[in-house]
């Protein structure tokens, strides 16, 4: 079956970068774009971006662009998204969410699975 | 771009729940809807205006009309009782609607 299974929760103090893993099993693992959404606490979902495993190739939020990077390593099938110049307010919880449709460009499909999400702390 | 949803919706259990989401234009796009149990991951209910995906309980539906869709939930149960996010596209930027929670009183 379909597995997306995220690395464990990070505390990182304002300025620091975080990288979030997203390792997935059980399909073709170059064949779904993979999505990163985040969800602050008790707020809402706010996605970030994609990237083609295929090709590495990447889309970002506008919000996102220069701040985000999302990569990821074939060899053992897993995508990451690091954020950089963290601040207090990026406090959220980070989910992977692959594309639902098999070798069809993003943007106008749905996301299913999701992972079980990474909680990021930012503090001092 | 933005998704509007209301902030809560309460229906008693065996009633029918509607929750809207309202757009600009959103009847030329497609949504899908997501259901987030506390402390759980989102997991997809809907996509494409009104397809199931296999695993969802028939009492969930979707519809898309004009500026609108809405999902309905018929006979609904206390293991509905979660928060629902409509997700659309615009321009190449997924767009998720602020969520709605369900209450089943």
């Known amino acids: 079956q379909v597995q997306l299974v995220q690395s464990g929760a990070e505390v990182k103090k304002p300025g620091a970068s975080v990288k979030v893993s997203c390792k997935t099993s059980?399909?073709?693992?170059?064949?779904?774009?993979m999505h990163w959404v985040r969800q602050a606490p008790g707020q809402g979902l706010e996605w970030m971006g994609w990237?083609?495993?295929?090709?590495?190739?990447?889309h970002y939020a506008q919000k996102f662009q220069g701040w985000v990077t999302m990569t990821r390593d074939t060899s053992i099938t897993t995508v990451y998204m690091e954020l950089s110049r963290l601040r207090s307010d990026d406090t959220a919880v980070y989910y992977c969410?692959?594309?639902?449709?098999?070798?069809?460009?993003?943007?106008?499909?749905?996301?299913?699975?999701w992972g079980q999400g990474t909680l990021v702390t930012v503090s001092s | 771009y933005e998704l509007t949803q209301p902030p809560s919706v309460s229906v008693s259990p065996g009633q029918t729940a509607s929750i809207t989401c309202s757009g600009d234009?959103?009847?030329?796009?497609?949504a899908s809807w997501y259901q987030q149990r506390p402390g759980q991951s989102p997991a997809l209910v809907i996509y494409?205006?009104?397809k199931r995906p296999s695993g969802i309980p028939e009492r969930f539906s979707g519809s898309n009309s004009g500026n609108t869709v809405t999902l309905t939930i018929s006979g609904t149960q206390a293991m509905d009782e979660a928060d629902y996010y409509c997700?659309?596209?615009?321009?190449?930027?997924?767009?998720f609607g602020g969520g709605t929670k369900l209450t089943v009183l």
């Open positions: 969410a692959r594309d639902a449709v098999f070798r069809r460009e993003a943007g106008v499909n749905w996301f299913d699975p």
């Open positions: 059980g399909y073709t693992f170059s064949g779904y774009y």
């Open positions: 990237i083609n495993p295929n090709s590495g190739g990447t």
């Open positions: 234009k959103l009847g030329d796009k497609y």
């Open positions: 494409e205006d009104a």
């Open positions: 997700q659309a596209w615009d321009t190449s930027t997924a767009i």
